[in-house]
Structure formats: C-alpha cells, structure tokens
C-alpha cells in the first residue's frame, strides 16, 4: 500500500469537489488510504420522483469516497477508476444529512475493494455498498 501522504495533494478539497460531487453538496473530512468519510445532505436536489433519496445519489457518494480511498492506496503515479459498485439500499430518506465511511476490503496491484456504509444524522444505517476500483497507471494528457 502506497503512503497515504504520497497522493495527498492530488486529492485536495478544491479538486475533489468538483463536478457531480460538487452539484450533490458531497465533502470530504476524512481522506487516508486506509478510511474515507464523506457526507453529503438529502434535499429535494437528491430525490428521485416519489421525493425520496435516490439510490443513485447514494451510489455517488459510496463510489466518490471508494475511488479517493482507493487512488491514495495506489502506488505513485497511478490513479483509480470505479470498475463495478453495488448497493443494498436499507433505509428512505427525505432530508437530513448522510454520512459515508470507506475502508479498504482488498488492496490490490491492479484492483481494489472498498466496503462503505452509509448512515443518516441519527445513526440509523441508510446504504450498504460494495465498489471494486481498477488501479492503472497515469497517462499523460494529450497534446492536442
């Protein structure tokens, strides 16, 4: 496993929140490469059309603390992509605050299994999710 410090400037707060985990309001308080904490609150913004969380939000926010775990467990100058995740989705939420914990199942040369659970603000577990991250090695951009 790779020194969590190695990579720990690559995943700053301002690069990671960026995209679909800015638009979903997820953060990062907790970022090593042996645990990821990641929250993320419930607003009419994350629900599907019966006004729930949507299970896809869910599966944002396991994926998002998966694959950061993940690249600060990956040797230098290599990144992670999320390969396969899956979710049992065990508690409706309408509002609140969700928060996601990561920790590393397998750590592999070429891949990566990140165990996350997913609980509201009063403990209650939300979302259980399973994510296997492929290690490769970094290309340069391209030149266009």
Known sequence: MADSSSHSDAVNPERASG???????????????????GTMPVTPDHHQPLGYLHGGASLVLAETVASVGAFL?????????GMEINANHVRAKRSGQLVAE?????????????DVKIHDEAGHLVCISRCTVA??????????
């Open 73 to 81: 467990a990956a040797p230098e100058g290599h990144i992670a992509f």
């Open 19 to 37: 995209g679909l985990v800015n638009l979903l309001g997820i953060e990062l308080p907790v970022r090593t490469a042996e645990r990821v904490v």
């Open 135 to 144: 290690v490769v090695k970094e290309r340069p951009p391209r030149s266009r």
């Open 102 to 114: 990561g920790v590393p199942l397998h750590l592999g040369r070429t891949s990566q299994v990140w």
